[in-house]
């Protein structure tokens, strides 16, 4: 029942992000925010600090510890030996995701980043996005689908899925992997989306 409604989950949010990004590419009314692309260094200096910056090892370790909450995988115990290698665990399937992204974007001259989408309106906000979820911006702004960000969540996912025991291994563990990498930044945009709102708020009070 769990893996059933989890599976749920990220299939509705999956169909909710491909909408809102069909809408978006056709309508534009996702872009109207401000964009400058990134140069050479710019883009490399973005990757370092995504990939070994400290938010990265603060949400390795949150990642490692719902996993040890819940005995996941159950081969690797429990107690600091267990954590530590659920730790190892998370950040490398973190490195090698912000890795191939890095390089795919480079490749296919995509901008993954989220920015701000400087609208008006929950809903409005909220639809940007989910859409940036699913939509990444050419060297010209224009919006596309994200191929390198979805590309590195599957790898990733796979990559990681070749020295996982045997109670996490097999293609289902590693799709369901890729749909809840998706569903996390899907998450983490409507984070960064509202967070400067929040942020103002508490400082008023």
Known sequence: MKRRWINTLVVTLAAAGLASAQESVFDGPVNTVEFT??????????????TFGAGSFAQSAMSAGFAQLNQKPKEWGDGGEGYAKRLGNAYAKHFIRQTLQYGAATALHEDDRYLVSGQTGFWN??????????????????????FARFGSAAGAAFIVNTWQPAST???DHAARSFGISIATNLGSNIAREFWPDLKSRFRRK
């Open 37 to 50: 692309p990134m140069t050479r260094s710019e883009g490399l200096s973005h990757y370092l600090g995504q």
């Open 125 to 146: 906000r909220t639809r940007y996005a989910i859409a940036s979820t699913f939509l990444a911006r050419k060297v010209n702004g224009q919006r596309t689908i994200a």
């Open 169 to 171: 291994s097999g293609a």
